[in-house]
T-cell receptor, first 112, second 114 residues
Framework: QQQVKQSPQSLIVQKGGISIINCAYE??????FPWYQQFPGKGPALLIA?????SEKKEGRFTISFNKSAKQFSLHIMDSQPGDSATYFC???????????FGTGTRLQVFP | DGGITQSPKYLFRKEGQNVTLSCEQN?????MYWYRQDPGQGLRLIYY???????QKGDIAEGYSVSREKKESFPLTVTSAQKNPTAFYLC?????????????FGPGTRLTVL
């Protein structure tokens, strides 16, 4: 019940295309869902996050879509660029803690 | 500049040795975390601390130990009891106890057992 399942494991997209990464969870006590971006040899950095009271959040080319009834959320990267090539992690935490449960990561490669 | 520093960046250990990884933050955060990252397995929580002089085991605490004597510092010791310690270790911090606040990560330490 504490798991966050992420797919796909890897993703190859052409420049200008849309990258979509999906995550699913079981624990209905989760109420904070961030996405982290990690470049090789670096620590992850927060990209965008959402709470379950909204179904979508957009920041620039990055959008989180959230489906509370299906217990799923996804990251959409519009107009994907080679600089977006990185590993992306979804995560979840419960209302009374900052302790995060991470997905297994998606390695995104954007080719020119 | 506020942030999290980890040292060393690379660390080599012989089998049977204990090694300590440093993590320091100047963000005035209450909570600090240690994660282990292996290829294809994401980030797994080793230990976390929500306040000075208190810490809790995460999902994979066996073979590791921590201390939290100061708010700014959360060192991780990888003991000889950890059977497969070669990995990328990440330290993070957050405001803590608030729920849903951002975790800030350090640059990581890559540990290799020779």
């Amino acid at each position: 019940q504490q798991q966050v399942k992420q797919s796909p494991q890897s993703l190859i997209v052409q420049k200008g295309g849309i990258s979509i990464i999906n995550c699913a969870y079981e624990n209905t006590a989760f109420d904070y869902f961030p996405w982290y971006q990690q470049f090789p040899g670096k620590g992850p950095a927060l990209l965008i996050a959402i709470r379950p009271d909204v179904s979508e959040k957009k920041e620039g080319r990055f959008t989180i879509s959230f489906n509370k009834s299906a217990k799923q959320f996804s990251l959409h990267i519009m107009d994907s660029q080679p600089g977006d090539s990185a590993t992306y992690f979804c995560a979840a935490s419960m209302y009374n803690t900052d302790k995060l449960i991470f997905g297994t990561g998606t390695r995104l490669q954007v080719f020119p | 500049d506020g942030g999290i520093t980890q040292s060393p960046k690379y660390l080599f250990r012989k089998e049977g040795q204990n090694v300590t990884l440093s993590c320091e933050q100047n963000l005035n955060h209450d909570a600090m975390y240690w994660y282990r990252q292996d290829p294809g397995q994401g980030l797994r929580l080793i230990y976390y601390s929500q306040i000075v002089n208190d810490f809790q085991k995460g999902d994979i605490a066996e073979g590791y130990s921590v201390s939290r004597e100061k708010k700014e510092s959360f060192p991780l010791t990888v003991t000889s009891a950890q059977k497969n310690p070669t990995a990328f270790y990440l330290c993070a911090s957050s405001i803590g106890l608030a729920g849903g606040s951002e975790q800030f990560f350090g640059p990581g330490t890559r540990l290799t057992v020779l």
